[in-house]
Structures are given as C-alpha cells and as structure tokens.
C-alpha cells in the first residue's frame, strides 16, 4: 500500500491533477509571444536604428518633457480620483438597495461602450466656455476645456469603470457578520474600516488604481477634442506621437513610445509589487491568529 500511494504521489507531481498542462502552457505562451511580446520587441528593436544621440533629441526635448509630465500627473490623478470616488461607488452599488439602482449600475460601464471620440465631445460640450457646466466655471475662473483640467476629466471618466469593476466582487464576498461581529466587540465604524474591510479590499485596490492609471496613460480619442492640443501645455504623449508620425519622424515617434512603455512598466510593476506585500500580510495576520 505504501509503495502504490508513493507511487500515486510521483505520478501526481510529474502529470499534475489536471491534464493537457503542456499544451495550455505552450498555447498560452505562443498567444502571449504574437499578441504582446512580438509587437512590444519590434517597437524596442526600431529605436535601436536610432544613434544614443538621436535618441537622446528625440525624447528629452521641451515638447516631449512637457508631454510626459502632462500624461503621467494627469493620468496618477485621474486614477487617484478614481480611487477614492469608484469605492464609494462600488460600495453603495454591493451594500445599498435603492430606486434606479440597475440604472446607476448600467451607467458604470457606459465609458467602455462608448467610443472615445463621442466621449470626447460630450465631454467638451459639457465643459466648454458655452457648455452646461462649464459656463458657471469660466464666469468663476475656473478653465476646464481647453486646459491641463480637461485632460485630467477625460482621464478620469474613461478609467472609472476598472475600479468599481474591480472592487465589487470583493464586497459582494465580504461577508457583513465579519463586520458586525467587530461592532459586537466594541470597534467604532473607522476601526471596522481600517481593521476589517480596508485589508481586504486594500489588494483589489491597488489593481483597479493600476489598470486605471495604465487605461488613462494610453488614452487619445477622448482627449484630443477637451484638451485643445497646445503644445507645452495641453499636448498629451499619444498625440505627441502622432504628429511625430504625421511629420514622417517614425524614429522620434519610436523613442518617446519606446520610453512610455519603459515608464509605464516600471510604475506597473511597482504598483504589482506593492499589491503582492499587501496580499500577504493578512495572510500572516491570519497565521499569527
């Protein structure tokens, strides 16, 4: 009996539980090769044909700078916006019943289904010096169209949806006893927020900001009709890149891709970091229990 449960454990290990692992691996690693990697190493590979000091000129320029600044505060911004409104959303959304509740919940997705170019003018039309709202802000001196302000609204509105995604399933998990339970015991609404329910949404969190602030680094459609595209001022990096091409400079346009895709992997990856140290400490908190 020994020597067949030891050999049931060998068979195990070298097959796995579930069969077909080879392939899978191999068809997942071919799709990521020709969906990601391949286009990903032909645009690093094209700014090779590139001299350091070309290169140099191309991403380190005034207008470059100014459009790298632009889109990355915008973007942080826009995703910390998100951050903090998107969980309240999505908290009203998993624990509230109230009339129209289906409606405000459709609502969330609209920024996916809607083109970004119709996003962009609504949003101009809104915030226009003759829009809506926008009228009431220009008459208090406050310039949204047309201005840094504008881009960090498109940017806002068309990341939302990655965090309230994001974070629902968590609380619909979440089981409400946890929380009563603590007020049972003694612990006031912030400590039941900061002990109970921030540590396990804090995770999700951090993976709805970073897919807001990577949705928001590669925006164009919506931005270019609010932002205005001034140069120095309101000129995003995706558009800085177009008109790179538009100009047949396909090596300047490489260079400042090749360095947003350096930038966007870095905080990326620093963002995932940061989310793995988060994931584990309730786990040990739980063995320390």
């Known amino acids: 009996m020994k020597a067949a449960d030891a050999a049931v ?12 692992f080879r392939l899978t691996f191999g068809f997942t690693v071919l799709y990521l090769s020709l969906v990601v990697l391949l286009p990903l190493g032909a645009l690093v590979l094209r700014s090779t044909h590139l001299s350091w000091a070309q290169f140099a000129a191309a991403v380190s320029g005034p207008r470059a700078l100014a459009a790298y600044r632009l889109s990355f505060f915008a973007s942080l911004l826009g995703a910390l ?14 624990r509230y019943r109230f009339p129209g ?17 119709v996003a962009g003018i609504a949003l101009t039309a ?35 949806p990655f965090v309230v ?53 590669g925006e164009y459609g919506s931005v270019v009709f609010i932002s205005g595209n001034m140069p120095l001022k309101t000129e995003i990096v995706p558009l800085l890149i177009f008109t790179r ?38 786990a040990r908190s739980q063995v320390v229990a």
Do not use: C
Request: a positive charge; proline letters at 5%.
């Open 9 to 20: 454990r060998r068979l195990t290990r070298r097959r796995g539980i579930l069969p077909g």
């Open 81 to 94: 916006i998100n951050l903090v409104f998107g969980s309240v959303l999505a908290w009203v959304l998993t």
């Open 101 to 117: 509740k289906a409606l405000a919940d459709a609502l969330v997705d609209l920024p996916f289904a809607l083109p970004t170019a």
């Open 165 to 217: 995604r994001t974070l629902q399933p968590v609380l619909l998990d979440l089981d409400p006893a946890m929380e009563e339970a603590a007020a049972v015991l003694g612990a006031g609404r912030l400590r039941v927020l900061a002990r109970v329910i921030a540590p396990a949404m804090l995770p999700t969190l951090l993976t709805g900001f970073a897919l807001s602030f990577a949705r928001a680094l």
């Open 245 to 282: 091409l538009e100009q047949y400079d396909v090596g300047g346009a490489t260079a400042i891709a090749v360095v947003m895709l350096a930038g966007s992997f870095a905080l990326l990856l620093g963002i995932h970091a940061i989310g793995m140290v988060g994931r584990r400490r309730p």
């Open 126 to 160: 809104v915030y226009a010096e003759n829009g809506f709202i926008g009228r009431y802000l220009v008459a208090n001196g406050v310039h949204v169209a047309f201005a840094p302000a504008g881009v960090v609204v498109a940017l806002t509105f068309v990341g939302l």
